[in-house]
């Protein structure tokens, strides 16, 4: 039973949760290639839409996100990747999560502060 | 701050967890009008792309989401719904969440019973 790559130019969603939490951290996107690496090497690998190449989370700033489980869907076009985040915040504006804006009253805002100062950790790099 | 339905040919992506118990149960697509009625309706709707449809998620099951929060990535082209489910799953085959298979040592396996029974509640119209 394989991953199906075929409904979004070879990619695949990737939800990444919180193994302990529970807390979605974010979405990326594998490709057959990145999903392997995950895999194989135990750390969330993704292929980058704006950037068209493979992706080891936490390469620039050492958050890398320790795989405990995956699941797929039923449809198969779509993994659930649960880890051990390695570092305070997975989100490149040094939020913990990805999703840190909550729609209120028609507006989105942010419901918590910075985990971490991202000017630090990615410094000119970013 | 507009939602970035560029992407993926309009959709984004939309990563539903249960509200109480923190399980994720599926990832489906919204384009904006998708969003606009999950919104105004409170009840989970999609876009699927295999049907190219809105599609209010229960419409056939009654199996209902019931939109307790709304969060959105920094990306701005995904978003985080948490519901509460009406009925016991969410998955047309039977399932609570969609992702009931996991990766163990190269296999997927399922790894739960199913909550339901996808021939009662779907009938011929599946």
New interface residues.
């Given amino acids: 039973?394989q991953l199906d790559f075929s409904?979004?130019d070879g990619l695949i969603?990737a939800?990444i949760?919180d193994y302990s939490?529970?807390?979605?951290l974010?979405?990326g996107y594998m490709n057959a290639e990145a999903f392997r690496r995950t895999?194989e090497s135990g750390f969330a690998t993704f292929y980058s839409?704006s950037r068209q190449k493979l992706w080891l989370k936490g390469e620039s700033s050492g958050h890398r996100l320790v795989v405990r489980?995956?699941?797929?869907?039923?449809?198969?076009d779509?993994v659930?990747v649960r880890v051990e985040p390695q570092g305070p915040g997975v989100?490149?504006?040094g939020?913990e999560s990805?999703?840190?804006?909550?729609?209120d009253d028609?507006?989105?805002v942010e419901?918590e502060a910075r985990a971490y100062d991202p000017a630090t950790v990615y410094g000119s790099r970013k």
Avoid: P
């Avoid at 939490?21 to 979605?24: D, F, N, Y």
């Avoid at 489980?69 to 198969?76: H, K, N, R």
């Fill in positions: 039973m409904k979004s969603a939800v949760q939490s529970g807390r979605v974010m979405v895999v839409r489980e995956i699941s797929t869907d039923c449809d198969q779509a659930l989100c490149h504006n939020y990805c999703f840190y804006r909550r729609l028609g507006q989105w419901s």
